[in-house]
């Protein structure tokens, strides 16, 4: 199991910049998958990038590539999501999420659904602003 902790959050203007972090402990095993996803008010929930620890590839939503990068710092067990040129429809409280089953080509986007994400941080509100 995997404690999930984000912070990071707050409120910007359009155009304007942030990093959520998300610190994580308790890992047992040293290649799995890691992502952001994000929920708005009576919308579901949608992955945002995520990440396949053991080597790195990545995968992120068409309304977010080009503007958010997911990477993670090992030494501080912590994984981040840069987003630049922030817009209003990115408003939603973010989620780091873990998944310790899923294989390389499902982390990324390619092998199936991102599910089997069972294990979650508490969440962390941005909210841009027009």
């Known amino acids: 199991q995997v404690q999930l902790v984000e912070s990071g959050g707050g409120s910007v203007q359009a155009g304007g910049s942030l990093r959520l972090s998300c610190t994580a402990s308790?890992?047992?095993?040293?290649?799995?998958?890691m992502g952001w996803f994000r929920q708005a008010p009576g919308k579901g929930r949608e992955p945002v990038a995520t990440?396949?620890?053991?080597?790195?590839?990545?995968y992120y939503a068409d309304s977010v590539k080009g503007r958010f990068t997911i990477f993670r710092d090992k030494s501080k067990n912590t994984l981040y999501l840069q987003m630049n040129s922030l817009k209003p429809e990115d408003t939603a409280m973010y989620y780091c999420?873990?998944?310790?089953?899923?294989?390389?080509?499902?982390?990324?986007?390619?092998?199936?659904?991102?599910?089997?994400?069972?294990?979650w941080g508490r969440g962390t509100q941005v909210t841009v602003s027009s």
């Open positions: 308790g890992y047992t095993y040293s290649s799995y998958c």
């Open positions: 990440i396949y620890t053991g080597g790195g590839s990545t």
């Open positions: 999420a873990a998944d310790l089953n899923a294989p390389y080509l499902r982390c990324i986007g390619v092998g199936g659904p991102l599910t089997g994400f069972n294990d």
